[in-house]
């Protein structure tokens, strides 16, 4: 569910570094200090601990599995050069996407997946349909279900450390998909909260790894969403901030491709 907010991060490894005093071979008369303990070494929690947090604290599994779409609504800017838009995003179950994002001076981009099929239509590149790892990729990150069912959908999920995270202490996991790429997503300490991800996607122009930041969850509903993303993909990067989420309004046909792309499927 609502995967257009799974994007990832860069991570700070923190290296402890123990320093060990060893005795004094100088002759004196003063007795040899007391050995010291060595300190606690904080136990790292469970990836299903941290990530079954997560869910709880943003309304819980019951709120969320009584949910079968989402739509979205938010302005987006790209810092670097000044350039805005608007985007508008429909998930439903059980994996139908669609994004719509219209940039000034450069007109709509719109990328959807209505089950079957993954496409995408720019004024770059026109209508185009993704095959191969791309699609696969593509139905993988469109479950709308997707955090409620990561044990299936991933071959294996783990804590690696508690690092600092956008300026925040968070916990790094590591999803390991069945096709073999790794997934990374942060957790903050404090609040439980998904804080963001780091993920490589095959693309038309190759394999892209994108870093994202979320933050400043709000209530719609009976749910918490987060309403700032930052993402950044090949040194660039783009702000977007969701200012409407309405459930369970978005009608099926939503998700049909539109004729550039029928003409295309074979």
């Known amino acids: 569910m609502f995967a257009f907010f799974r994007r990832p991060r860069r991570a700070l490894a923190a290296l402890a570094v123990l320093a060990f005093a060893g005795p004094s071979y100088a002759q004196s008369t003063a007795p040899a200090p007391a050995p010291q303990a060595a ?3 904080e136990s790292l929690p469970l990836a299903k601990t941290v ?7 943003i ?4 709120a969320l599995a009584a949910l079968n779409s989402i739509h979205t609504v938010g302005a987006l800017t790209i810092p670097a050069n000044g350039m805005t838009g608007t985007i508008e995003v429909f998930a439903a179950r059980p994996n139908k996407m669609l994004a719509k994002t219209t940039i000034a001076g450069i007109g709509e981009i719109s990328e959807g997946f209505d089950g079957t099929h993954s ?11 993704a095959t191969g790892e791309e699609l696969t990729q593509k139905a993988f990150d469109a479950d709308f279900d997707g955090p409620l069912t990561l044990a299936s959908r991933y071959q294996s999920i783990k804590t690696l450390e508690k690092t600092t995270f956008d300026g925040r202490p968070c916990y790094k996991l590591s999803l390991t998909r069945k096709d073999g790429g790794e997934d990374i997503e942060f957790y903050d300490v404090a609040s439980g909260l998904k804080a963001g991800g780091i993920v490589s996607r095959k693309s038309p122009m190759g394999s892209v790894t994108a870093t994202s930041t979320i933050s400043e969850y709000k209530k719609f509903g009976d749910v918490m969403q987060p309403t700032v993303l930052k993402q950044s993909t090949t040194g660039v990067e783009i702000v977007t901030t969701f200012t409407t989420v309405e459930y369970d309004k978005v009608a099926p ?14």
């Open 39 to 41: 300190p606690a070494v």
């Open 51 to 57: 990530i079954d947090r997560h869910i709880e604290a």
């Open 59 to 62: 309304g819980g599994r019951k």
């Open 119 to 129: 496409w995408s239509i720019s004024p770059m590149t026109g209508p185009m349909l």
């Open 253 to 266: 046909e939503t998700f049909d491709p539109p004729a550039a792309i029928k003409a295309l499927i074979k």
